[in-house]
């Protein structure tokens, strides 16, 4: 009967540290996270020392390697940040493991972080060769995944470094890859649910478009899939504050968003 209570203890105890778990993960009220600014107004996200700028995954599933690297060692949830942001540029650097279907994205504007992919943008992380993928797809590394095509192929051997700048300006969205442009879009043409500019299909729900111009950024855990990040940081534009917490409904937010500052 003792080693029983022993078990139904350690059981108890196990759900205890579970709980603490689960209730650390928990998005904290942004007045708890005290961001890190630079000299130059960089606000570092990741510099190879910790995660304190991103809510942690729904599983231990992202490690910070030996080498400051940050890798999704686990399938499970995306990294989101803390904040919410409005006019920035966001640079990163990123490299993929060869022949293991690396895939991954840097999404921008997320209203839900917990529907990531049908309230933000994504800029596509694929290893092109392995999916068979040529490099102006609309789902090519570098892409604004579903709305935009590479307009050149500014991609770097698998396996070695390659660095974002993802501008992202009232209307305006810029993806330069290791210093090429390769995506710009004006976010106001899109005015239909599933529909481009150009007339092409996309899949989104909602016209991306309305959405306002703020969100989270998020890293994108895709199976655990091998790709690495290093040296993210976000720069602000403009002195806009963001009007969303991320808990409104999708239709709520699209009826309220005002138009992009000119």
């Known amino acids: 009967m003792r080693k029983r209570n022993s078990i139904a203890i ?11 778990a ?3 993960a928990e998005p904290q009220p942004s007045g708890d996270y005290q961001p890190r600014i630079d000299k130059d107004g960089w606000e570092i996200l990741f510099d190879g020392k910790g995660l304190e700028a991103w809510v942690p995954a729904s599983r231990a599933s992202w490690i910070v390697t030996a080498e400051g690297e940050l890798f999704p060692a ?3 949830g995306d990294l989101c940040t803390r904040r919410r942001y409005c006019d920035y540029v966001l640079e990163l650097d990123f490299k993929m493991g060869a022949k293991r279907k690396a895939n991954s994205g840097a999404f921008i504007h997320v209203h839900d972080p917990n529907n990531d992919v049908n309230t ?4 596509q992380i694929l290893d092109d060769g392995d999916y068979g993928v040529p490099f102006n797809a609309g ?3 570098g892409s604004l995944y579903a709305l935009v095509r590479p307009a050149v192929d500014a991609n770097k051997p698998i396996g070695q470094w390659n660095h974002f700048r993802i501008t992202v300006n009232k209307d305006l969205v810029v993806v330069e890859m290791n210093g090429k442009e390769i995506v710009r879009a004006d976010l106001s043409r899109w005015v239909e649910a599933g529909r481009n500019p150009d007339g092409s299909h996309n899949k989104f729900p909602h016209a991306i478009g309305e959405f306002p111009r703020e969100g989270f950024v998020l890293l994108q855990n895709y199976g655990a899939t091998p790709v690495w990040f290093r040296d993210v940081r976000l ?3 403009s002195d806009r504050k963001p009007q969303y917490t991320g808990k409104e409904p999708v239709a709520t937010v699209l009826q309220k968003a005002p138009a992009a500052e000119k």
């Open 10 to 20: 350690a059981a108890l105890a196990g759900v205890f540290t579970w709980a603490l």
């Open 22 to 24: 689960v209730a650390a």
């Open 74 to 76: 686990r399938p499970g």
């Open 120 to 123: 933000g943008m994504e800029i």
């Open 139 to 141: 789902n090519a590394n």
């Open 235 to 237: 720069k602000p534009l």
